[in-house]
């Protein structure tokens, strides 16, 4: 089983940003969207945002698209030289906390803690 390799998390005070990575292997970047989602303590799974796959049409539409609860805030990225997915978090409020984690077709990675406390 493939695995896909997380960092970038950590504890963070309200407002403060936090970059998380996801590197994916090479065979897998070009060909596969790498979806990023977060699981707060007592809750659901929940899907946070997409960077489409670079191999994608462009008539497919939006290179990277994310959820309501963080749109504005969050910004997905790609570094295709280094095979790695960014997800940029800024304004960071309690509501973000979590485990994060991304995906690439049925491979994950291990999950990284984002913790916002003043």
């Known amino acids: 089983q493939v695995q896909l390799e997380e960092s970038g998390g950590g504890l963070v005070q309200p407002g403060g940003s936090l970059r998380l990575s996801c590197r994916v292997p090479?065979?897998?970047?070009?060909?596969?969207?790498v979806r990023w989602y977060r699981q707060a303590p007592g809750k659901e799974r929940e899907w946070v945002a997409t960077?489409?796959?670079?191999?994608?049409?462009?008539?497919?539409?939006?290179?990277?698209y994310y959820s309501d609860s963080v749109k504005g805030r969050f910004i997905p990225s790609q570094d295709i030289d280094k095979n790695t997915v960014y997800l940029q978090m800024n304004g960071l409020g309690s509501d973000d906390t979590g485990v994060y984690r991304c995906?690439?077709?049925?491979?994950w990675g291990p999950g990284t803690q984002v913790t916002v406390s003043p």
């Open positions: 995906n690439a077709y049925t491979s």
């Open positions: 090479e065979f897998m970047f070009n060909d596969y969207d």
């Open positions: 960077s489409r796959r670079p191999s994608a049409s462009p008539s497919l539409g939006a290179y990277t």
